[in-house]
């Protein structure tokens, strides 16, 4: 069973940057699809950016684009999102989910098509 771990939250200000970090362990990172989703309190999860098995292929939700950027690194089992100027409204708990699919270009964008699922990093943009 893969494990996934996030890092990198805490609290930032308005425009600042911010890297998040997902370390996978338990499997091999380039078998699985990769995402970040965020739930904000008394929000539903939502999509925030997605990258493929070969990391070709990446996913942003319009909130973030243009500000946030996926990445994998496959050989140091990592996954992160850099996140650049930060709003309050980027005010989340954020997760990295991962699933194993033979498409090298999926980059899913729904909470149900990921099958494990990190424990979540809180990130809080405030003045």
């Known amino acids: 069973q893969v494990q996934l771990v996030e890092s990198g939250g805490g609290l930032a200000q308005p425009g600042d940057s911010l890297t998040l970090s997902c370390a996978v362990s338990g499997g091999t990172l380039s078998s699985y699809g990769l995402g970040w989703f965020r739930q904000a309190p008394e929000k539903a999860r939502e999509f925030v950016a997605a990258?493929?098995?070969?990391?070709?292929?990446?996913n942003y939700a319009d909130s973030v684009k243009g500000r946030g950027t996926i990445s994998r690194d496959n050989a140091k089992n990592t996954v992160y999102l850099r996140m650049n100027v930060l709003k309050p409204e980027d005010t989340a708990t954020y997760y990295c989910a991962a699933r194993p699919i033979p498409l090298t270009s999926w980059t899913g964008t729904m909470s149900y098509e990921y099958m494990n699922w990190g424990q979540g990093t809180q990130v809080t943009v405030s003045s």
């Open positions: 990258i493929s098995r070969s990391g070709e292929s990446v």
